[in-house]
């Protein structure tokens, strides 16, 4: 049972890391419909200015710090030199646009910080874990990833639920059109949108720096599995991409912890281990697509049916 | 928010079939006589993925369906193959209709949960579902995993070892383009290539008149699946090799490529297209290692600034020729 | 409207009902529409009468009630089956394929009707069984000389006509039009309106409109539909004097 209890915390970090990348994008695809595939190169841009800027100072928060605004910066010119020109074209454009984007960018990575995975140190006060009952140690780190995750799904629902911009983003969540005719600057609020989807993922990309390595195509993964959170969650609905991303972390985690034990049961060590791997992977696309043959419109859909 | 995309009706496309399938048929003989034997072999892998990317802009091209998955049917077919070659069956009577099967039956199945969604969903599922095929090879721990399988040989056929001939292989595989390149082309100028066509401009239009749209789109997904699955078998076949990395997103993306610059919709230019793929990673690479550095751009560029690629750069061309208005 | 306890109606509504959340956009709507009468659908915006076509014609489903054609319920029916039966329907916001010619248009609307619609090699192009009939039905729109035109290109009076020319493809019972006229010009609306008269008797039509010339001069029978129900069923004169009808939607301006 101990085990079980240290999987559901590792699945609860790993959904709260998939929420911060994925409420950026859901709400992207929900109220600008507009397909980016690079939103996985922001996440992997906050992990490497992370680990850049706290190798410099060697100071874990004043690292964070400068690599949000590098992430912002980032985007934002992202933005204007990019994905400006693609909003009002068709998703085909977007999706190779975005692509080639993606292929720019890991190779850039590499060429600028090379192959090699780097490391992040734990921050000094985190370091060491926690004990729980049981005699489990669960690392006070992981547990801080936690509680970020948490508060940011705090504010985000509060200023999603609660304030007048909130408001804005869900009505255009399900209707964008409308909203402009009704003169809401549509521009303006695209990009609030997107400055603050970008810093969720570069956010999510630095705090899983220390834990996970920082390489090049490493927000490839974690693109495709934040597509299959919004997916289940529903597209533009905040909610949705919560609970579709516990969904997934949770399952995909223990999917992996269990498999190779399973597989131990018909196969050998090496194979088990090998086949368990490519299986587990596989274990969360299988609940994808059994969610979308009972909901192809998915859990929580922020748009109503007209 | 859709781009214009171009659907001759006229019957203009058949010329530049007829002198693309000759050219081909002809470079092998050119080959031999300049004794520039690599060119069968550079040319055969082209004429693999220009078939690749012809099944992709069925359903691309002509559904209006964005597949980001569909290298996912290459995989299988491969690997289909290549486990039926080490398991001693692989002769060509029976790895190239379990290839089709295997990747068709993936496809129907996929297909199911993927058409009842559109837009932007259906660009996701794809994506996850080609993963999951990625994936599933890569638990294929008996038949190298993630590092892949290097096959025994070639497929035989009727038990001969017909394929190990370069230029045989050239011409099965030559067949086999030039055989769906004629299917696809009757089958996009028939009525079920009509019904298809009016789905991707208007599907809720198509339903009120009658037709059963998902039925429709479901039946062009398999057979798109199929056509990616029998490039799968010759891939495999050509290489001698199979790997996950077949089935790998990116891979995805490199066909979307070739679609798009070949011109959406217009067939033939898939060859274009793979051609023109395969010549820039050539020419890239040679520049260097980092060519991914410079592709990544020319993608982007090429999307900001043309609108239907090589197809429509044609079209519009002749239009200008003619001194009448554009389209 | 007269007794016309003989005649079944081709289409009838009984009592829909179609909720939005908190909004009740369809609430409690009956009518019923005669073999060869045109029945008009009035009422200010808001009041549901687009909501009601897509009820009626299948894109969306009531949460309370039932929709019977030529006596079968088809309530639950989908979409391509009610054409197949004989429900057609124009669209508010033109609805063609774009990419195709006119006649490829009406063709593709008559290849639905036809025996296989999903052939796999025969060229759609030079196939007469499918482009005689769709010119036949182009001219009778008026649109015979504009049958090569890519239908993107025609004028928005064309694409409504081509429409209608898709509709009578299908060989309809009934005809749901979801304002028509709308976007036209005086002249074309006129066109339109006699195109209109000359198939009365033919088909039965369920026309949504606001151009209330065309109402008053086309219809058979006028429901007003106000707040998601019906105020008034009747003859033209009869609605146009109803005072409720007045004061809920014609005003008092005299027509």
Same mark, same amino acid.
């Given at each position: 049972?101990?085990?079980?209890? @240290?999987?559901? $915390? ?9 929420? %911060?990348v ?39 928060? @004043?690292?964070?710090? !400068?690599?949000? &605004? ?12 990019m ?25 850039? #990575? ?12 734990? =921050?000094e ?10 005699? &489990? +140690? ?7 990833? &936690? ?5 940011m799904a $705090?504010?985000l ?7 007048? +911009?909130? !408001?804005l #983003? ?22 609030v ?13 630095? !705090? ?10 490493m ?5 495709? $599995?934040?597509?299959?959170? &919004? ?6 609905? @905040? ?14 985690? $223990? ?12 196969v050998? =060590? ?23 043959? %009972? ?12 | 928010m ?7 009706t ?16 002809l ?10 034997g690599h ?15 012809l099944s992709?802009?069925?359903?691309l ?10 290298a ?8 289909t193959?290549?486990?039926l ?10 790895a ?6 295997v ?15 559109r ?20 638990a294929?721990?008996?038949y ?13 056929v ?19 383009l ?10 996009? /100028? ?13 599907a809720? /239009? ?25 490039a799968?078998?010759l891939?495999?076949?050509h ?34 297209g ?25 993608i ?21 020729m ?6 | ?5 003989a ?8 009592g ?6 908190a909004l ?15 029945h008009?659908?009035?009422g ?15 894109l ?8 019977l054609?030529n ?47 999903l ?5 759609v ?58 976007g036209?010009g ?39 539909l ?7 069923t ?10 409720q009808v ?6 008092d301006?005299?027509?």
């Amino acid at each position: 049972m101990s085990l079980l209890a @240290i999987q559901v $915390l590792n699945g609860l970090q790993l959904g709260l890391l998939m929420f %911060l990348v994925a409420a950026g994008l859901t709400l992207v695809f929900g109220v600008m419909d507009f397909i980016n595939l690079a939103h996985g190169v922001q996440y992997m841009m906050g992990a490497y200015l992370a680990a850049t800027f706290i190798g410099w100072t060697g100071h874990f928060v @004043i690292g964070l710090g !400068m690599a949000l &605004i590098g992430i912002m910066i980032f985007g934002l010119l992202l933005e204007r030199v990019m994905f400006r020109h693609l909003y009002a074209r068709s998703h085909l454009d977007q999706v190779l646009a975005t692509f080639g984007l993606i292929l720019f960018l890991n190779q850039g #990575v590499k060429m600028v910080w090379g192959a090699a995975p780097l490391g992040v140190p734990v =921050p000094e006060w985190f370091q060491g874990s926690v004990l729980l009952g049981d005699g &489990i +140690l669960y690392p006070v780190y992981r547990f801080v990833i &936690i509680g970020s995750g948490l508060l940011m799904a $705090l504010v985000l629902w509060l200023v999603v639920e609660k304030t007048r +911009l909130g !408001m804005l #983003v869900r009505a255009g969540a399900s209707n964008a059109t409308m909203l402009s005719a009704l003169g809401v600057d549509v521009r303006k609020l695209f990009m609030v949108i997107f400055a603050f989807g970008t810093m969720l993922a570069g956010f999510a990309g630095a !705090m899983a720096a220390p834990i996970l390595s920082v390489e090049p195509g490493m927000g490839d993964q974690v693109l495709i $599995l934040a597509f299959v959170v &919004i997916v289940i969650g529903g597209i533009g609905s @905040i909610r949705g991409a919560f609970a579709g991303a516990l969904l997934v972390g949770l399952i995909d985690t $223990l999917a992996r912890s269990y498999s190779v034990d399973f597989m131990r049961l018909f196969v050998g =060590p090496a194979a088990a281990r090998g086949i368990a791997n490519g299986l587990s992977s596989m274990f969360i696309y299988l609940l994808m697509a059994l969610v979308l043959f %009972l909901r192809p419109d998915g859990l929580f859909p922020a748009r109503g049916r007209t | 928010m859709s781009s214009p995309l171009i659907f001759s009706t006229k019957r203009s496309s058949f010329w530049p079939v007829v002198v693309l399938c000759l050219g081909l048929a002809l470079v092998p003989v050119v080959a031999v006589l300049t004794k520039q034997g690599h060119w069968v072999s550079l040319t055969t892998q082209m004429m693999i993925l220009a078939l690749a990317a012809l099944s992709l802009d069925l359903i691309l091209g002509i559904g209006g369906l964005l597949s980001f998955g569909h290298a996912a049917f290459i995989g299988l077919g491969a690997y289909t193959t290549g486990i039926l070659i080490q398991e001693g069956k692989g002769d060509l009577l029976i790895a190239l209709p379990m290839s089709l099967v295997v990747s068709g039956l993936f496809a129907f199945v996929t297909g199911i949960v993927a058409l009842r969604t559109r837009g932007v969903v259906f660009i996701m599922i794809t994506l996850a579902f080609g993963q999951m095929a990625y994936f599933a090879a890569q638990a294929l721990y008996a038949y190298g995993g993630d590092d892949g399988l290097t096959l025994d040989g070639r497929s035989t056929v009727f038990g001969l070892k017909l394929l190990s001939n370069k230029i045989v292989f050239y011409y099965l595989t030559f067949a086999c383009l030039a055989g769906c390149l004629l299917l696809l082309q009757r089958l996009s /100028r028939a009525r079920f290539g009509r019904v298809l066509l009016g789905a991707r401009d208007n599907a809720v /239009r198509m339903e009120t008149l009658g037709y059963d749209v998902f039925r429709v789109r479901l039946m062009a997904y398999v057979l798109s699946g199929m056509i990616a699955g029998l490039a799968g078998f010759l891939l495999a076949n050509h290489t001698e090799f199979v790997s996950p990395a077949y089935a790998a997103w990116q891979r995805s993306g490199d066909l979307i490529f070739m679609v798009i610059i070949g011109g959406v919709g217009s067939l033939w230019g898939a060859v274009g297209g793979a051609l023109t793929y395969l010549l820039l990673e050539e020419g890239l690479s040679g520049l260097t290692e980092h060519w991914k550095v410079i592709f990544g751009p020319l993608i982007i560029l090429f999307v900001l600034l043309t609108h239907g690629g090589i197809e429509g750069v044609v079209a519009r061309l002749r239009d200008v020729m003619a001194g009448g208005r554009h389209d | 409207m007269t007794d016309t306890a003989a005649i079944r109606p081709v289409l009838q509504i009984d009592g829909l009902k179609k909720s939005f959340g908190a909004l009740n956009v369809t609430n409690g709507v009956s009518l019923s529409v005669n073999p060869g009468e045109i029945h008009a659908l009035i009422g200010p915006n808001g009041a549901g009468k687009t909501t009601l076509i897509h009820q009626i014609a299948g894109l969306l489903r009531p949460d309370a009630g039932h929709i019977l054609f030529n006596g079968h319920d088809i309530t639950t029916t989908s979409m391509p089956q009610r054409a197949r039966l004989g429900l057609a329907r124009t669209f508010q916001i033109t609805s063609i394929v774009p990419s195709l010619t006119a006649l490829g248009n009406v063709a593709l609307a008559v290849q639905a009707g036809a025996d296989k619609p999903l052939g796999f090699w025969t060229p759609v192009d030079a196939d007469d069984s499918l482009n005689s009939p769709a010119q036949a039905l182009l001219e009778t729109v008026g649109l015979g000389a504009r049958a090569g035109v890519i239908a993107g290109q025609l004028s928005h009076g064309e694409k409504r006509a081509l429409e209608i020319a898709m509709a009578l493809a299908l060989k309809p019972r009934v005809i749901l039009l979801d304002e028509p006229m709308a976007g036209m010009g005086h002249e074309e609306s006129a066109r339109l309106t006699d195109l209109l008269k000359s198939l009365k008797g033919t088909y039965a039509m369920l026309l949504v409109e606001h151009d209330m010339e065309a109402v008053f001069s086309l219809a058979d029978c006028v429901s007003v539909l106000v707040d998601g129900h019906v105020l008034a069923t009747g003859s033209a004169d009869m609605v146009r004097n109803d005072p409720q009808v007045r004061a809920a939607y014609l005003g008092d301006e005299a027509f």
